[in-house]
């Protein structure tokens, strides 16, 4: 290095001090990869409400989406966007390709024709590990989920797959499941919570988009309610849930969109109230009963019912 009136250095720091000037910081050395991953930033989430997932104006899109399964055409020209925090109910009759699309999403069927991302990537060309951090499916069989002998055990197994801190996944067990042992095995369990262990294990990789299919087939009114409470606050959190259902309730009360698929493609898509007012088939029993009012849900009569006691009440409220 050459420094002042032509000097000669062989340590370009001495240069610098001789002429006045402070030395560059060196640059920091890169950690060794094993290291690396050690110091790989991990956030643990302890609670639901925790769950917050980054801002991002899509989280999935899909565009002119065609599916095959062998020579039939599953999933023909579907094109669907989600935003965060948005509740999708996907409904049709039986074939209809909810399940296709959910497949598809989480990379499990190759598109024929068309695209789609979520969170940029494309599902099947994304490795498995990568891909749990933006995409999560509970399938309509929980048990498809659960392979070892103890609730502790499946809760290792998910953090390790999801790279999370350990007992990021019991804790979450903690809140969804509650009183439920380590040792107690997954097959013990009774429908309504091998589906929240289920939930839980695809929660732990925080995954901005959740896919559940057909997730309140087989539960009670009690266990029906907890999920609705559970998927409420993912979805307050930012996520953003897509949930192929026959249960018309569900959709009502949760989802603030359906989309109606039929022969492998959208025959309707819109706010809620909108389609289901508007498909006979697809509007749940409050609406058919009291109609033509607009209600959906037995919390909305509850609603409506409370409004006018209070006007009666307060009768200068009216006024």
């Keep these: 290095l050459e420094g002042v009136e032509g000097v000669a250095y062989e340590d370009g720091n001495t240069a610098f001090k001789d002429a006045g000037m402070t030395p560059p910081a060196p640059a920091p050395r890169p950690l060794p990869p094993q290291r690396s991953r050690l110091f790989r930033k991990r956030v643990t989430p302890t609670r639901l409400s925790e769950m917050a997932v980054a801002a991002v104006a899509t989280v999935a899109a899909v565009d002119h989406l065609t599916v095959r399964r062998g020579r039939v055409e599953a999933l023909h020209d579907v094109t669907l966007t989600v935003a965060p925090g948005e509740t999708i109910a996907l409904m049709g009759r039986n074939g209809a390709g909810k399940s296709t699309l959910l497949s598809a999403l989480v990379g499990l069927v190759e598109p024929a024709a068309g695209s789609l991302r979520v969170g940029g990537a494309v599902?099947?060309?994304?490795?498995?590990?990568?891909?749990?951090?933006?995409v999560g499916l509970v399938?309509?069989?929980?048990?498809?989920?659960?392979?070892?002998?103890?609730?502790?055990?499946?809760?290792?197994?998910?953090?390790?797959?999801?790279?999370?801190e350990p007992g990021t996944c019991r804790a979450l067990v903690s809140e969804l499941l509650p009183g439920i042992g380590d040792d107690t095995h997954p097959r013990d369990l009774s429908e309504g919570q091998r589906l929240a262990l289920a939930l839980a294990l695809v929660l732990t990789a925080r995954p901005p988009l959740l896919l559940l299919d057909e997730p309140t087939r087989g539960l009670d009114y009690a266990a029906k309610s907890r999920l609705v409470t559970v998927l409420r606050n993912l979805a307050a959190a930012g996520h953003a849930i897509i949930l192929a259902?026959?249960?018309?309730?569900?959709?009502?009360?949760?989802?603030?969109?359906?989309?109606?698929?039929?022969?492998?493609?959208?025959?309707?898509?819109?706010p809620t109230a909108e389609v289901v007012l508007a498909s006979p088939?697809?509007?749940p029993q409050v609406t058919k009963i009291l109609a033509p009012q607009k209600w959906l849900t037995v919390s909305q009569i509850r609603n409506a019912l409370h409004a006018a006691d209070r006007e009666t009440a307060d009768p200068e409220a009216e006024a």
């Design 123 to 134: 599902p099947h060309r994304t490795a498995p590990r990568e891909l749990v951090r933006r």
């Design 281 to 283: 088939s697809f509007a």
């Design 139 to 164: 399938p309509q069989e929980p048990r498809d989920l659960l392979y070892a002998d103890t609730v502790a055990a499946e809760c290792v197994a998910a953090d390790r797959d999801a790279g999370a």
């Design 245 to 270: 259902t026959h249960d018309v309730e569900l959709a009502a009360e949760l989802s603030h969109r359906v989309v109606i698929l039929a022969d492998g493609e959208p025959v309707a898509d819109g």
